[in-house]
């Protein structure tokens, strides 16, 4: 079982910096990764729930949503390159899913690139079910632009 613990806020500049280096390696195709600043901005939110995969100090994945009253966004999950296909994620979602219900969230949403089949395939098989596409979300390059996917999932 791969161990995922909560991170509470505020961040302290290591874990900030090690966040952002493992989003910047997970999403480098899609030139996507968040900054430590950014990293430690979400994290202090108000509703902010941030979870780690694996060594604090060298997290293998992590998982960030927002509660907002009954609802939840999951913001982000990114996985180390050299652990996918390892089960980082899916610990990661198996553990958020009970946080958020906790916090009488009763409805998670998320959005995800059309071309992460990984991703896609990872939320379907969670029970997520795709409800719409956002055409041209996600900005890959100078002018070029991809669509996202919009998930729903009750957790009642």
Same mark, same amino acid.
């Given at each position: 079982m791969i161990p995922v613990q909560r991170i509470r806020a505020p961040l302290d500049q +290591?874990? &900030?910096?090690?966040?952002?280096?493992?989003?910047?390696l997970a999403f480098k195709a899609s030139g996507r990764g968040w900054s430590a600043t950014e990293i430690?901005?979400?994290?202090?939110a108000p509703g902010a729930i941030l979870l780690t995969a694996g060594r604090a100090e060298a997290p293998r994945g992590f998982a960030m949503a927002r509660i907002a009253a009954d609802e939840a966004e999951l913001l982000t999950i990114a996985t180390a +390159?050299? &652990?996918?296909?390892?089960?980082v994620a899916a610990a990661l979602l198996q553990t958020l899913i009970p946080v958020l219900?906790?916090?009488?969230?009763?409805?998670v949403f998320l959005e995800v690139g059309v071309?992460?089949?990984?991703a896609v395939a990872l939320y379907e098989k969670t029970g997520f079910k795709r409800t719409a596409r956002r055409a041209g979300y996600y900005r890959i390059s100078e002018n070029d632009r991809e669509d996202a996917l919009i998930y729903?999932?009750?957790?009642i």
């Open positions: +290591p874990e &900030a910096e090690a966040l952002s280096a493992l989003h910047t430690a901005v979400l994290a202090e +390159p050299d &652990a996918r296909r390892q089960g219900r906790s916090f009488s969230v009763l409805t071309s992460n089949a990984a729903k999932m009750e957790i």
